[in-house]
């Protein structure tokens, strides 16, 4: 059955979005979990939601109005939240309501526009992808996987203290900003595969759930991009084989299967960690298990 479905188009697009999501989401996740700013996805989500209308309003390609509105957002929300004039969890519910409200009214407003429309980017339609989005979420997540390769170490100093990286010379204020473009861009890479409204699960889910297996940064990013990929293609699957299945949901709730799981499991790891080795003679994690 398997091999049937890898001879059809339809099936080799999905499956190649759905490899490619499974890869970045939970690579940017893992600096964003590790900032504790886990509903950045979705706050960014609900603008690329904006976004998409704007695109049906002017009559361009939404994904490319979603990008740019994205990142504008991502870069509005970074610099609200450094500048201290509101709290994140503040900037980030501005975000969310925002984005609804503004997606909302302008699909209204758009020439035969209705919101019915957008339910393939709310809720994902893997199904529908076609070569062209291919091409684009593929460019996307190059830009992605470069920016995690390229500026990991920067990025995990970064995530671990703020006040450090400073301290260190590094540039806080590029980097806090590169973390919110890339969120901003991988948000619109999953869109398609997952939906604008479940697309933060996959970001944040496949990280806790590698968190209870492992310790070292570089180990939890690797484990958890793994873990995104097993519930994307799963989620896929699940969908083709019963068409009553939404694609979206079915990838979020067996990441959330997985967390599951792992929780069991981590609990005798960490006891046998403990038996291993006293708490002082534990190792800390190390900015070279990055690269």
Sequence with gaps: MIIELL?????????????????????????????????????????ALTGVALGFLTGTAPVLTAVIVSVLGAVAIELVRARGR????????????????????????????????????????????????????????????????????ELFVLCQDEEMARASGLPVRFLSLLIAVTAALTVVIAMRVVGLLLVSALMVIPVAT??????????????????????????LLASTYSAKVPPGAAIVLLALAGFVLALGVGRFVRRGRTQESPLSERPKLRVEEVA
Excluded at 132 to 142: C, S
Aim: charged share 10%; glycine share 14%.
């Design 86 to 153: 509101t709290s994140g969890d503040v900037a980030l519910a501005l975000l969310f309501y925002g984005g609804i409200a503004g997606g909302v009214m302008l699909m209204g407003i758009a020439p035969g526009g209705s919101t019915t429309k957008l339910n393939s980017y709310l809720f994902g339609a893997i199904a529908s992808v076609t070569p062209g989005d291919i091409w684009v979420i593929a460019a996307l997540a190059a830009a992605v996987i470069a920016v995690v390769v390229i500026f990991g170490r």
């Design 7 to 47: 001879q059809e188009e339809l099936f080799q697009l999905a499956l190649i979005a759905a490899l490619l999501v499974g890869l970045c989401a939970p690579a940017v996740g893992t600096f964003i979990v590790q900032r504790r700013l886990s509903l950045l996805g979705d706050g960014i989500g609900h603008v």
């Design 210 to 235: 590698s968190q209870q297996l492992t310790r070292g940064f570089r180990t939890t990013m690797l484990l958890a991009m793994v873990f995104g990929v097993l519930a994307s293609v799963g989620g």
